[in-house]
């Protein structure tokens, strides 16, 4: 006998939901979602703790994104992020500094300018970020040519509980 498309379809749906029915019951999650951590970068010579609370450093750019826990991809708020950036004459000074935090949804939101390139290095802005629970972060984003925003996600490892080890915000 000849099974139908149909049949074949009914077969595959069946099978499929009893398989997913059979793994909720059992408690097994191995449908578990997690995010890719945020690479690190190196914080460069021009760091100073203690930036301005400010979410605009500039004009002509928006740099927006999600703070996540590499986990399960939840959003996290309240997270302390510090941004510095070469102004446009290239150098850094606390006009190009802020401290924002992430919002109840885990987003942040920057107002700055592009920075220029100096030396070998592209056009980029660092970030430190700092969140109870969670390995410190120290990243750069690199603006694209010609663009006048860009989403970058910071995705957070939990904090390694050893003992007697304690972390403060540049991971060490």
Request: glycine content about 8%.
């Amino acid at each position: 006998m000849r099974e139908t498309l149909k049949d074949s379809l009914n077969r595959y749906f069946v099978t499929g939901l009893s398989m997913l029915l059979f793994l909720l019951a059992t408690g097994e999650n191995s449908l578990a979602v997690t995010c890719s951590p945020t690479p690190w970068d190196e914080i460069g010579p021009f760091y100073r703790p203690n930036a301005p609370e400010r979410s605009s450093i500039g004009t002509g750019y928006l740099l927006s994104g999600t703070v996540r826990s590499a986990a399960d991809c939840r959003p996290l708020h309240n997270v302390r992020i510090e941004i510095w950036q070469a102004g446009p004459d290239g150098t850094y000074a606390d006009d190009h500094r802020a401290t924002l935090f992430s919002d109840r949804s885990g987003r942040y939101r920057l107002r700055t300018s592009v920075p220029p390139p100096y030396g070998r290095r592209p056009p980029h802005i660092h970030i430190l970020v700092d969140a109870k629970g969670f390995e410190g972060l120290i990243t750069q984003h690199y603006p694209k040519k010609g663009k006048k925003r860009a989403t970058f996600d910071l995705v957070l490892e939990p904090e390694k509980q050893e003992e007697g080890k304690t972390r403060n915000p540049l991971g060490q």
